[in-house]
């Protein structure tokens, strides 16, 4: 069975995990406190970061390269559509999300307000927080110009753009810090995607110290 070394709140795991579930492919999660840098942590990616997976006898590092190996091993079903094109804006959102979202605004929030309290790294920056809160706002407009124009975020058809969108969404709606009043679309796009077997065990994760708000796993929130 594969293995996964994850942490719970981790969007650039979860993107992983639902890759894994979409895909209906078993695997076992482990916890990795990869901020303590174990040696053997550091002999599977000495880049001490997560996720990382093995599986058929190898082991791979770095969300995009997981994802991409997957979908090419497994390309059923599908989550990058056939033409360059298309493909071409798969990938351009996946980095959008996991690079300018994840600095603007999971770095902002989820790290001030969840890694730090874990690894004992002291208290939130507030202004990184005011930042976070003021940075979401534009990227929930964009996503709704996109659903705007697009059934999905990359076409007409769901792809890992979504997952890529969906596992930094989820981890910051796990601290409440997603406003999703703000764009109708937005709200329905991820209902939407919500709803879908693969993220039952993102839905299930608990992380101590920090209970999820009661709407968390609420499909009709």
């Known amino acids: 069975m594969a293995k996964l070394y994850h942490v719970p709140l981790s969007p650039f795991c979860r993107k992983v995990r639902l890759s894994l579930a979409e895909k209906k492919i078993e695997c076992e999660l482990v916890e990795e406190r990869y901020w303590e840098k174990d040696t053997d942590f550091l002999r599977r990616n000495p880049a001490a970061k997560v996720p990382v997976l093995r599986m058929d006898g190898k082991t791979m590092a770095e969300s995009a390269a997981i994802c991409e190996w997957l979908e090419e091993k497994y390309p059923e079903p599908a989550l990058m559509p056939r033409s360059a094109d298309a493909r071409f804006e798969v990938r351009r959102l996946v980095g959008w999300f996991d690079d300018k979202f994840h600095n603007e605004v999971t770095s902002k929030l989820l790290y001030e307000r969840v890694n730090k309290k874990i690894m004992k790294q002291g208290f939130p920056d507030s202004s990184n927080v005011k930042a976070g809160a003021k940075a979401i706002k534009y990227h929930l407009d964009y996503m709704a110009w996109l659903l705007d124009h697009r059934r999905w975020l990359a076409g007409d058809v ?38 879908r077997p693969a993220f039952r065990n993102i839905l299930a994760d608990q992380i101590p110290g920090f209970p999820p708000p009661p709407h968390y796993a609420d499909l009709d929130f």
């Open 158 to 195: 769901m792809t890992l753009a979504d997952f890529a969108a969906a596992a930094h969404l989820s981890a910051l709606d796990y601290i409440s810090d997603v406003d999703w009043n703000r764009q109708a679309s937005v709200k329905d796009w991820y209902a939407k995607i919500k709803s």
